[in-house]
């Protein structure tokens, strides 16, 4: 259990936050084309899992506007924004913006990943919602590099999160 604050006032987050040197929990999430879309689908590959509440809101679309453009030139790298959003809202947000460098994925089928990931808010007006965090993995899903962040509405620190994987 964690706690961060929203807009100041605490919140309560529940789950094992993972740590660099853990293996990461295993998950399946809901693509865009509402199939079912494993960690493992992306096996052999390094992933940025970029978690929020949802894209409708100001900080989590910027959040999905930096890694789109400053991980596009990683090799074998993905980034996977994950966030409650269904994936008709993600679609929509990434073809408005001209995103193609993200993965969207949606909890829709996958609420245990939340709680699997240390990220489930428990209380006050976003609870159920994924509190803000990126957790960077390896080719073989040990993570590299994990922040919860703080404070809901600010951004994570992309610089460090971009760091272990150059």
């Known amino acids: 259990m964690s706690n961060v604050t929203l807009r100041g006032n605490p919140i309560t987050v529940g789950g094992q936050f993972p740590s660099a040197g853990d293996n990461a929990p295993a998950f399946s999430l809901v693509g865009l084309d509402l199939a079912d879309v494993d960690l493992s689908s992306f096996s052999g590959k390094r992933k940025i899992l970029n978690i929020f509440p949802s894209v409708d809101t100001p900080t989590c679309a910027t959040s999905v506007r930096t890694f789109n453009s400053k991980a596009s030139n990683l090799p074998n790298t993905v980034v996977l924004c994950i966030s409650a959003d269904l994936p008709f809202a993600q679609k929509r947000f990434c073809a408005a913006e001209g995103l193609e460098n993200v993965i969207n994925l949606s909890t829709l089928r996958g609420g245990e990943f939340i709680r699997n990931y240390g990220v489930a808010i428990e209380n006050g ?31 994570p620190n992309y610089d460090a999160a971009l760091a272990v994987l150059a």
């Open 125 to 155: 007006p976003m609870a159920g919602l994924a509190a803000r965090a990126v957790v960077v993995l390896d080719e073989n899903d040990k993570v590299l590099h994990s922040e919860l962040v703080s404070e809901i509405g600010d951004e």
